[in-house]
C-alpha cells in the first residue's frame, strides 16, 4: 500500500501514485473496462484521480463509476478536475465561466465538493485581470471547492505561483522535464504539487524520432542527454525510472500516469513501490539534463 502524503497546508491525504483519467474519457472505450481500472485502482490504494472538461467523457464516466461503487467511501476519494473553459454558452475564461464550471463538474462528477479545482494551463494575462481567481475563491468559500490549484507551465506558472493565491500546482516533471525542479518547485514553499507526464510520454518506444507523436520533444531531449544506450537504464525501463524520479523529487506530493488498462496501472504501483533511486544515479539523471539543456521549457 501507499503511504499517504499531505497536500501542501491542507488537509489533504494523496496516495503518491494518482490516475491522470484522459485515457478513460475515449468513448470508444467499453465501459465495463473503464470499471474494471477504477476498481483495480481503488483495489490497490489509489486514491486521487484528476480529470478535465477536455478529457472526453472522463468526468462523467468518473462519478457515475465512483458514485456507484463508492458513495459510501467518498471521503476516501480525492477528486481533481480543470477549470476555465467548456461551459456551453459562456465564454472561457471569465469569471462566470469558473463559476458554471465548478457547478458543471459537481453535477457530471456526482458530489457535493471538487476536492483540488484546477485551472487548465490559463494564461498569465486572464490571471492578472483577477476574476477568474475571485470566483474560485468564492468557491472555495462555499465549501464546493476544497483546493485552489494551477495546472501549467513556465511564465504562466510563475505568476500563479508568486501571486500567493493557489493551494498547489501541477505541472509536468519526468527525467526529459526537469527544469521546474531547481526553480519554480522550490518557489512553492512547501504548497501541493503533482508532477504530470511523469514517465515522459514513453518515448523510448521509438528506435527513430516519432515525428508528430505526443512524445517527439521527449524523445529528442531522451537523445540529446545519452540516455538511449541501453547500459544507462541498469536493467530497469525507462519509464519505472523517470516515475521513481518525480515521486521522490523534493517538494512532490504525488504523480500521476494515464492509461487506458488495468494491467498498466498495477504496473506503475510496482515500480513506484519500489521507492526513490539511488542519489547517485539521481545525481547523474540531473547532471544530463543540465549538462545538454538547450533552453528547454515545461512542456504543455
Not at 481533481?80 to 465548478?102: E, R
Not at 525501463?237 to 496501472?265: D, N, P, Q, Y
Request: hydrophobic share 45%; glycine share 10%; with cysteine.
Amino acid at each position: 500500500m501507499q503511504t499517504p502524503r499531505r497536500y501542501g497546508h491542507t488537509d489533504i491525504l494523496i496516495n503518491p501514485l494518482g490516475l491522470g483519467a484522459a485515457q478513460i474519457g475515449d468513448a470508444a472505450l467499453d465501459d465495463a473496462e473503464v470499471g474494471r481500472i477504477l476498481n483495480a485502482a481503488i483495489d490497490t490504494g489509489v486514491n486521487f484521480f484528476d480529470t478535465a472538461p477536455s478529457y472526453g467523457i472522463s468526468e462523467e464516466r468518473l462519478g457515475r463509476h465512483i458514485s456507484r461503487h463508492l458513495a459510501h467511501r467518498r471521503a476516501e476519494v480525492v477528486l481533481s478536475t480543470k477549470l476555465g473553459y467548456g461551459v456551453p454558452g459562456v465564454p472561457d475564461w471569465t469569471g462566470p465561466c469558473i463559476t458554471a464550471g465548478v457547478d458543471q463538474a459537481l453535477r457530471l462528477l456526482q458530489t457535493d465538493h471538487i476536492d483540488i479545482a484546477h485551472f487548465h494551463s490559463c494564461p498569465r494575462s486572464v490571471l492578472e485581470q483577477g476574476d477568474v481567481i475571485e470566483a474560485l475563491e468564492a468557491a472555495k468559500r462555499a465549501g464546493k471547492v476544497r483546493a485552489m490549484a494551477y495546472s501549467g507551465e513556465n511564465d504562466d506558472l510563475a505568476y500563479a505561483i508568486a501571486c500567493g493565491r493557489f493551494d498547489g500546482f501541477m505541472a509536468s516533471l519526468n527525467i526529459c522535464d526537469q527544469r521546474i525542479i531547481g526553480t519554480l518547485l522550490p518557489a512553492m514553499q512547501g504548497k501541493g504539487f503533482i508532477a504530470k507526464r511523469a514517465v515522459a510520454n514513453h518515448p523510448w518506444r521509438f528506435a527513430e524520432r516519432p515525428v508528430g507523436d505526443y512524445c517527439e520533444e521527449y524523445w529528442l531531449r531522451w537523445q540529446a542527454m545519452g540516455l538511449h544506450h541501453p547500459d544507462l537504464s541498469r536493467g530497469l525501463e525507462w519509464g519505472e525510472i523517470s516515475l521513481r524520479f518525480a515521486l521522490a523529487t523534493a517538494g512532490v506530493t504525488g504523480a500521476v500516469v494515464g492509461t487506458a488498462k488495468a494491467a498498466h496501472l498495477l504496473h506503475s504501483l510496482e515500480w513506484a513501490a519500489k521507492g526513490p533511486l539511488d542519489a547517485a544515479w539521481v545525481a547523474e539523471l540531473r547532471s544530463a539534463f543540465v549538462a545538454h539543456d538547450q533552453g528547454w521549457t515545461g512542456q504543455i
